[in-house]
């Protein structure tokens, strides 16, 4: 098994991304390339084939009220915008290696925070139990969407 951590292949982080766009949101070539642009943190396992997770800073210019939310809250912080694993691969430790690796470029930039938000409506319960057993509490809760989209807010301080 490869747990190399390497740029993302564009394409292959499409097609992960949109089998789960459910969980996160449906990107297009053009949105991905936006969402690269501003982001603090964007590496994968395999290109991003098996899995991949894209962080962005609170400095970021990103029009999301997930990101808009935190940055009313935390000064100094990481948002995770999304990770996805393939389901195939689950259960191997990918996300805890990208969280892992994560968590270290964040510290050692100076962010006091790891945030991210995790689906209540529609229900994304595996990503829930991730989260808290690696230590991320919740620290909000928000409606969206429309009404469409409830999540549950989460942040992890780091050492």
């Given at each position: 098994m490869?747990?190399?951590l390497t740029s993302l292949d564009p394409g292959k982080v499409l097609t992960l991304?949109?089998?789960h766009a459910r969980e996160?949101?449906?990107l297009d070539p053009e949105s991905l390339s936006a969402l690269l642009d501003v982001a603090f943190y964007a590496r994968g396992l395999d290109g991003g084939a098996t899995a991949f997770l894209i962080a962005l800073s609170q400095d970021a210019t990103y029009d999301n009220p997930n990101f808009a939310w935190f940055k009313n809250v935390y000064d100094s912080f990481v948002?995770?915008?999304?990770?996805?694993?393939?389901?195939?691969?689950?259960?191997q430790g990918m996300a805890r290696l990208l969280y892992k690796d994560l968590f270290y470029a964040a510290e050692i930039s100076g962010?006091?925070?790891a945030v991210c938000e995790v689906n209540v409506e529609p229900p994304n319960p595996e990503?829930?139990?991730?989260?808290?057993?690696?230590?991320f509490?919740?620290?909000g809760v928000a409606?969206?969407?429309?009404?469409?989209?409830?999540?549950?807010?989460?942040?992890?301080?780091?050492?």
């Open positions: 490869n747990h190399e991304n949109n089998a996160t949101s449906l948002y995770i915008d999304r990770i996805i694993v393939a389901a195939a691969a689950r259960g962010r006091q925070w990503s829930q139990a991730f989260h808290i057993a690696m230590g509490q919740e620290v409606t969206i969407r429309e009404g469409k989209k409830t999540v549950r807010y989460f942040a992890l301080e780091l050492a």
